[in-house]
């Protein structure tokens, strides 16, 4: 749920050679120009524009406005249409409009156009879209200390660290913040159990490895017993107000943690600055006095509540009845640090769908408290459905437990490394053990957040490795295989990255043939596609595109041929134009690779 009334929009830049430019934003200037010249009684009038149907004689994108206009003024829409061609602006961009059907306009660009803005990526590489610059906070991955990380983890990590690479890649000023789960009470009993079974901790670093068994253990004598239930509430309270055994001992804890979430992290080049819930303590006092005397609580059966507005029907929890702060308080601090003292424009939630609640009950609050303006900021709930297993039951191991991410990415590699042996690339001849080895681990983990990425995230999504490990369909290793092709078509005609730089100065891309016209196209949708991403924070949008630009290059190179060659294999014919658009093709995938977080290698 985007809350912001002022979403954030993209403002179409004026022509500017060196880059893509949204097509739809321009056209969109272009017929809201005509259509208020054409209808000055109009206010706000509907600008419809869409990608036209493949059928070439309907032009490359279509106005559809003069329909809903024709049912204002009961009017033949032909006409009307007219009356809107004889309005619009020339652009370079546009070649010519042709009316069509009951009203439809036609619209077709001028090819010379598309040759000069796909022709400048050889110069300044692929340039975002140009946005006003924000400063933004985005929360995701964001485990809990001691408590397992698990898949659900996973995909707030993989979704929030390509959301967050979409908006470096556009130049807004981007802070990743792990928001991890280090002060809640399980502490108390951690601490507690930790002092009995290690009583020299504080001198000798304890030999604790699996942290989620020594949870088990200090939980069952928490259940158990009375004494020590005790002695745990004590150490929470201890621990809160930074009494330093009880600091250190903590620290301790979270070591342990932080050194298995690195590892997940550094496999799968996540980048993520530490910003717990324990930051926030002296500010979580400070804001509960506020609201307090600004007479936002509400005494609730010894609990203090807040209310949020008529969207939300249960309350925030802000003091608990024995005096303790709770997961609402922190993110009420969290939240004003972020817009108040951070000055962020712009904060990003990646959490599961099922604390949509809380985030709604979040966002009412800080409103309410002043600390949210609609005006001046945006929050965004990026939310995600559960991951589920084969059997379509939560995902699990046979024996029931929740599955450790170390060992989900492990046999990642296992599968990957099979199936490329099954396509016999282990071959020396084939590949280098080092390179292999790069291949491996690029469809291993490609294939793992491709699968996550790929789908709608508010659906739920069924991990399996043997569904994702295919290389028909759009998979993370059909792409990977595309790729590398596309890419192996220059370098069997001997041309390296300077050499096609240096081509593109002298050659112009190839855009007549039709198929070649069919993928320009879609290359130019490039901006487009960004900025949809960014508006709705659907990333699966990049992965149908980019699954649309690999099967679209090979629509073209079935029929185009780009490096011709004899019978005995010498090359006797190179189209530079298409070797060019194969390139641009590469190179706008590559791209999207990254922000998805792929890594293509050369040869697989
Ligand atoms: N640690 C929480 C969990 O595992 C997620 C935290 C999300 N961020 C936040 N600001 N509440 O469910």
């Known amino acids: ?48 524009i869409a990608v036209a149907a493949s059928n070439p004689k309907f032009g490359d994108y279509q106005c559809n406005s003069a329909m809903p206009i024709a049912n204002i003024y009961k009017q033949s829409a032909r006409n009307l249409a007219q009356k809107i061609l004889d309005n619009l602006p020339s652009h370079p961009m546009v070649e010519k409009c042709e009316i069509a059907g009951p009203g439809f306009i036609n619209i077709f660009l001028n090819r010379d156009y598309a040759v000069k803005k796909l022709q400048a990526i050889f110069q300044n590489g ?32 993989i979704i929030g660290e390509t959301i967050a690479r979409l908006l470096e890649f556009l130049n807004f000023e981007v802070h990743r913040i792990n928001h991890i789960g280090d002060w809640g009470t399980q ?5 507690a159990h930790l002092q009995d079974r290690f009583p020299d901790h504080l001198e000798k670093m304890p030999p604790i490895s699996d942290l989620q068994s020594f949870y088990k253990e200090a939980k069952e004598r928490f259940d158990e017993d009375e004494e020590f239930k005790k002695r745990a509430y004590d150490s929470v309270v201890k621990l809160q107000s930074f009494e330093p055994k009880h600091i250190k001992a903590w620290k301790l804890i979270c070591d342990v943690s932080r050194k298995e979430f690195q590892k997940i992290y550094d496999r799968l080049d996540i980048t993520l600055k530490e910003r717990g ?11 509960v006095k506020e609201l307090e005397e600004a007479g936002f609580l509400e005494n609730d059966d010894g609990r203090k509540i807040m209310w949020g507005d008529e969207s939300t029907t249960v309350p925030f929890t802000i003091v608990k009845s024995d005096g303790g702060f709770t997961y609402d308080s922190s993110d009420m601090a969290a939240i004003k640090h972020r817009l108040q003292e951070e000055k962020a424009d712009w904060v990003i939630y990646v959490v599961d769908s099922g604390q949509a609640t809380h985030f709604q009950i979040l966002f009412a609050c800080a409103k309410k408290a002043g600390i949210l303006d609609p005006k001046k900021h945006r929050v965004d709930f990026v939310g995600f459905g559960v991951v589920l297993g084969e059997d379509k039951k939560k995902f699990k191991t046979r024996s029931g437990d929740s599955i450790r991410l170390v060992d ?5 590699l296992e599968k990957a490394l099979d199936k490329l042996k099954e396509k016999g690339r282990d071959k020396v001849r084939v590949l280098t053990p080092d390179e292999l080895k790069r291949a491996q681990e690029s469809v ?46 220059a370098r069997t005609a001997n041309f390296t990255p300077e050499k096609i730089k240096e081509l593109s100065k002298k ?5 007549e043939h039709e198929k070649e016209w ?18 709705d924070l659907y990333p699966h949008h990049i992965c149908e595109y980019v699954y649309e630009i690999a099967t679209t290059f090979t629509e073209f190179y079935d029929s185009c041929y780009c490096v011709e060659k004899d019978s005995s294999g010498d090359i006797v014919k190179v189209n530079y134009g298409r070797i060019l658009l194969a390139e641009a093709t590469a190179m706008i995938m590559e791209k999207c690779f990254h922000i998805l977080g792929l890594k293509p290698v050369e040869k697989m």
């Open 518 to 535: 069919k993928l320009g196209k879609v290359l130019l949708r490039f901006p487009d596609e960004i900025l949809k991403t960014l508006n």
């Open 126 to 157: 692929v340039q975002p879209p140009t946005v006003e610059r924000k400063k933004i906070i985005i929360d995701f991955s964001s485990p809990n200390i001691a408590k397992e990380m698990h898949v659900g983890h996973l995909r707030s990590t």
């Open 1 to 48: 749920i985007a809350i912001a009334e002022e979403q954030m929009q993209s403002k179409p830049t004026i022509s500017d050679s060196s880059k893509m430019e949204s097509i739809t934003d321009i056209l969109h200037q272009l017929f809201h120009t005509a259509i208020c010249a054409a209808f000055p009684d109009i206010t706000d009038p509907p600008v419809v």
């Open 444 to 489: 291993a983990y490609g294939c793992i957040k491709y699968a996550d990425l790929s789908h709608n995230r508010n659906h739920e999504y069924i991990f399996s490795f043997d569904k994702m490990l295919e290389d028909k369909g759009n998979t993370a290793v059909y792409l990977l295989y595309a790729f590398t092709r596309i890419r192996s078509i």
């Open 408 to 412: 989900l990415l492990d046999k990642g």
């Open 187 to 191: 502490f108390g009993m951690l601490i």
């Open 507 to 511: 050659e112009n891309i190839s855009l």
């Open 277 to 287: 819930e324990s930051f926030y303590q002296t500010r979580t006092e400070k804001i």
